[in-house]
């Protein structure tokens, strides 16, 4: 009898077990995209892994093109100088950068907490399925993280001109085509 | 013979001869008796969706979807705009018009994005707003933007005015147009608050080449001259299981955009709801819009 129970225990903690596994793969599942890295910079060990680290703050000769507009930040607080390919936190955990909001997150809390549940950032996907997460790097350069200006789509027609458009050209923006007016001079 | 058979004889008999007898073929008459969208069994939607599908193969040559699918059981969809965020690019305008199929001439939009001068009174007085700003570059110094749609009333002033039950508001939050259903007497365009729904004046074009083939009944399907169409949270995506983010969702560069199931409280825009200062517009009409605008700074 007490074997019996024993084993009827078993089973139904293995049943609840399965349950709960089966519950969470049923769950939406979310990634992040990739950093978008200008070609051929990645990975930085390429480079630096044969150059001794100089932690001096300085004027760079190299990565010139990169103007640091980013509070009084300078490239080893977030870029590790033993791991070129990591980034690091503050305590000196090494950070990949396909995780790098945990490294932005030290500093934007606010942001970070919004982000992760939603409300700060970008989403595509399935509002109840599998999501992509846009980083904080898909948007923002973190080297100069204020949004930049765009230029705007075409002004929509008043109401007396609803029928002075010429045509529909497309325009490509995040690979996506849409269509937008041409109108008659 | 009874005066009320007379009667009915005779009005039956005057309908008959309304059907032009030149161009009697089955479509028409299916057209002109089809039964009310809300009445039919989903095999009635769906020969109907095929009939419009063969009438747009015929006219065009481009072979389309027309789906038919219910609202999915537990969902009120609810949408979030973050007035911290939006930098007035009209990014969505045109996202919103690709998707949806919109008239391409006359021109026909969804979304309308008003320009307010910093400090400016607004919300209760959308008179100081531009409509039709032009910038180089935006955000225009000095100024910010609230993008303005159909805001999916839960009590909506449109379906009340509508003399023939054209519009109505679906189990999942949507207000619909059956646009076969729409006599275009533009009640609901007077009665809506909001300036959403929009009228085709003229024969919609859309260059078949540019049509967007993955079509629902209520939504983004073929439309035509005089009736009155608007926003439908891009149903045709949102209504699939798993459902896809409305077109303008996924275009904004700036993220302000969010979209969810209002009965989840997981979801994004309940999470918005709950830890943001959200507000609705024109709340004070008591029109319970689905659609909450908030600052996330």
Same mark, same amino acid.
């Given at each position: ?8 225990a ?11 596994a089966s519950?969470e ?9 990739t950093?978008?890295f ?19 703050k300085?004027t ?8 640091? =507009? ?9 870029? /590790? ?6 980034l ?8 990949p950068?396909e ?14 907490? /919004?982000?992760k549940?939603?409300?700060?950032g ?10 992509t ?5 898909n948007?923002?350069d973190?080297?100069?993280p ?7 789509l075409p002004?929509?027609?008043?109401? !007396? ?9 497309p325009?490509?923006i995040?690979?996506? =085509? ?8 | 013979m009874?005066?009320?058979?007379f009667?009915?004889s005779?009005?039956i008999?005057?309908g008959?001869l309304l ?5 009697? /073929? ?8 089809q %039964?009310?969208?809300r009445?039919?069994?989903?095999e009635e939607k769906?020969?109907?969706?095929k ?15 027309i ?5 999915l059981?537990?969902v009120?969809?609810?949408?979030g705009?973050d ?5 007035g690019?009209?990014?969505?305008v045109?996202?919103?018009v690709?998707?949806?199929?919109l ?7 969804y979304? $309308?994005?008003? &320009?307010?001068k910093n400090?400016? =009174? ?5 008179e100081?707003? !531009?409509?039709?700003y032009?910038?180089?570059e ?10 303005v749609q159909c805001q999916q009333? /839960? ?7 509508c003399?023939?039950?054209? $519009?109505?508001k679906e189990?999942?939050?949507?207000v619909?147009v059956d ?7 533009r ?9 959403a ?8 074009t859309?260059p078949p080449e540019?049509?967007?083939?993955n079509?629902?009944?209520?939504g983004?399907?073929?439309k ?6 608007k926003?439908t949270f891009c149903i045709q ?14 275009i904004?560069?700036?993220?302000a955009? %969010? ?14 709801? &709950?830890k %943001?200062?959200?507000f609705?517009l024109?709340?004070?009409l ?6 909450y ?5």
């Amino acid at each position: 009898m007490r074997h019996k129970l024993i084993v009827a225990a078993a089973l139904a903690l293995f049943v609840i077990a399965a349950g709960i596994a089966s519950a969470e793969d049923a769950l939406p599942k979310l990634t992040t995209t990739t950093p978008p890295f200008t070609e051929g910079i990645f990975p930085c060990t390429a480079c630096h892994a044969s150059m001794p680290p100089n932690k001096e703050k300085r004027t760079l000769s190299f990565h010139t093109e990169i103007q640091l =507009k980013h509070g009084d930040n300078w490239c080893l607080n977030c870029h /590790d100088a033993a791991n070129r390919d990591m980034l690091h936190m503050a305590n000196g955990d090494l950070i990949p950068f396909e995780k790098l909001y945990q490294v932005c997150g030290q500093c934007h809390g606010n942001i970070y907490r /919004d982000w992760k549940i939603g409300i700060h950032g970008k989403r595509v996907g399935y509002w109840n399925g599998d999501k992509t997460y846009y980083l904080c790097v898909n948007c923002h350069d973190p080297h100069s993280p204020k949004f930049k200006p765009l230029k705007p789509l075409p002004v929509p027609a008043g109401p !007396k001109e609803i029928m002075k458009i010429k045509g529909t050209v497309p325009v490509v923006i995040e690979d996506k =085509k849409l269509y937008v007016p041409e109108y008659d001079k | 013979m009874k005066r009320r058979d007379f009667i009915k004889s005779v009005a039956i008999g005057l309908g008959g001869l309304l059907i032009p007898a030149d161009k009697s /073929d089955a479509s028409l008459w299916e057209t002109f008796f089809q %039964k009310y969208f809300r009445e039919m069994t989903p095999e009635e939607k769906k020969n109907i969706a095929k009939r419009l599908e063969k009438e747009y193969k015929e006219k065009t040559g481009v072979s389309i979807n027309i789906k038919t699918n219910e609202a999915l059981p537990g969902v009120k969809y609810g949408y979030g705009l973050d007035l911290s965020r939006c930098i007035g690019c009209r990014r969505c305008v045109y996202a919103c018009v690709t998707e949806n199929n919109l008239s391409r001439k006359p021109q026909v939009q969804y979304i $309308t994005v008003l &320009e307010f001068k910093n400090g400016e =009174k607004w919300v209760s007085d959308l008179e100081e707003s !531009k409509k039709y700003y032009k910038h180089d570059e935006v955000p225009a110094p000095g100024h910010f933007y609230m993008p303005v749609q159909c805001q999916q009333c /839960d009590n909506p002033p449109c379906v009340k005015v509508c003399p023939t039950k054209a $519009t109505w508001k679906e189990p999942d939050g949507i207000v619909v147009v059956d646009y076969n259903w729409c006599i275009g007497c533009r009640y609901c365009m007077a009665a809506c608050p909001y300036g959403a729904r929009k009228f085709n004046w003229a024969e919609p074009t859309v260059p078949p080449e540019q049509f967007n083939p993955n079509t629902h009944y209520l939504g983004n399907r073929p439309k035509f001259n005089g009736h009155v169409e608007k926003c439908t949270f891009c149903i045709q995506r949102t209504r699939e299981n798993p459902g896809r983010y409305p077109a303008c969702v996924e275009i904004c560069p700036v993220g302000a955009r %969010k979209f969810g199931n209002l009965l989840d409280p997981e979801s994004e825009i309940s999470q918005c709801i &709950e830890k %943001k200062r959200v507000f609705r517009l024109k709340e004070e009409l008591n029109t319970n819009p689905s659609f909450y605008y908030f600052f996330s700074l």
